[in-house]
């Protein structure tokens, strides 16, 4: 793990008094704190509409604690504002190893961000979203984080703070959805496929020595060992996606990960190891026959524009349609210069529906 602050950074659980109209309500900023929990969701829920916003079979609070628990450092780094004894604002974000270019960074992303509707309107929320670059309690997320990675929101307040705020770079290779219709007959596989197919409840040991294999043909993509994807896939908290690997002699040759949330299927997730579009190609099959089998009208993989997968997947029948988001970096212990590779479209990236919070 990169760029970590000292662990012995003096506590100061809140900001000096933020200087505010009159006519302006008092507030404080500080992290998270164990027990925290309760009073977060209940501004989650109060902020939107649906919280969360993908299906689970947990209590909201289960989901809550899982998504706040990404990586060992994550807690370090949840924000609450408070009106007196009242949390008034919440800040959550995942953070994630990623590869880029054969090095293992340090990353985040910001995943819900959201004050209650009675403090709205009265820079709070561009308050704390400045905390990226401002010290809170002897941190900043700019001196323990190598880049910041995320996808732009289309919510009105956080466009505007994206231009308030600039700093941020898009991917060259940007997210297409390709887009399938769940009906009509399921391509026929070819005979005497070399590999098995098989649904686990979870990863086991391979996925770490397969993921050493399948990482360097990308330049950029999310760490997925067994315990990362154990986290993201495997735990029922996160929601209730499927786990299909394809093996041969023993060896795991790829996965594809599925799910249905709000009446649309997912691929949430599909690799395989280098030249293997075959497997990959089989998995996508068996993904498509799963969702068969439920009463769904489409079904979307997110994949980059650029990505080897997508020739054997618009093979299945899967077109490409609007993208319902871009992916922006900003350079933190890692430079700009560092990370100039991202801006080209060339990039080889790896990134999928599952790399976000959003299914």
């Given amino acids: 793990m990169s760029g970590l602050v000292p662990s012995g950074s003096q506590r ?34 109060a902020s939107f509409s649906v919280w969360p916003k993908v299906e689970t079979s947990v ?10 628990a990404s990586h060992p450092i994550a807690s370090r780094f949840h924000l609450v504002a408070e009106h007196g004894a009242e949390i008034i604002a919440v800040r959550l974000f995942i953070a994630r190893d990623v590869m880029f270019a054969g090095r293992t960074l340090l990353a985040y992303q910001p995943v819900d961000i959201s004050v209650i509707p009675d403090f709205q309107d009265q820079g709070l929320l561009k308050q704390i979203r400045a905390l990226d670059y ?19 929101s289309g919510h009105p307040a956080a466009k505007q703070l994206q231009k308030e705020i600039p700093g941020s770079f898009a991917l060259g290779n940007q997210l297409a959805v390709l887009d399938h219709p769940n009906d009509g007959d399921r391509p026929t596989p070819p005979d005497g496929t070399p590999f098995a197919i098989r649904q686990t409840p979870a990863f086991d040991d391979r996925l770490d020595v397969f993921w050493r294999e399948a990482s360097p043909q990308f330049d950029l993509i999310h760490a997925r060992t067994k315990d990362v994807m154990n986290w993201r896939y495997a735990d029922p908290r996160a929601g209730d996606f499927t786990i299909t690997l394809a093996e041969g002699d023993g060896l795991l040759l790829g996965y594809v990960i599925t799910r249905c949330s709000r009446g649309r299927g997912y691929i ?23 969702f068969r089998q439920a009463s769904l009208e489409r079904i979307e993989c997110w994949l980059p524009a650029r990505h080897p997968y997508q020739t054997p997947l618009r093979g299945l029948g899967f077109a490409p349609r609007r993208s319902p988001l871009r992916v922006r970096y900003r350079p933190f212990l ?26």
């Fill in 12 to 45: 100061n659980d809140a900001l000096p008094a933020v200087k505010q109209p009159a006519s302006r309500t008092q507030w404080h900023i500080r992290f998270y704190r164990e027990g925290d929990e309760p009073a977060m969701l209940r501004v989650l829920q």
């Fill in 59 to 68: 209590q909201p609070i289960d989901h809550l604690r899982w998504k706040m």
């Fill in 134 to 152: 401002k010290r809170l309690e002897g941190r900043t997320y700019a001196e323990t984080f190598d880049m910041k990675l995320f996808y732009e």
């Fill in 268 to 290: 949430a997730d599909i690799l395989a190891l280098p030249n293997r579009i075959d497997v990959v190609a089989a998995l996508a099959r068996s993904a498509l026959t799963q």
């Fill in 334 to 359: 890692t430079s700009e210069r560092d990370l100039a590779l991202l801006q080209e479209p060339t990039a080889r990236i790896h990134f999928t529906a599952g790399d976000t919070d959003l299914v």
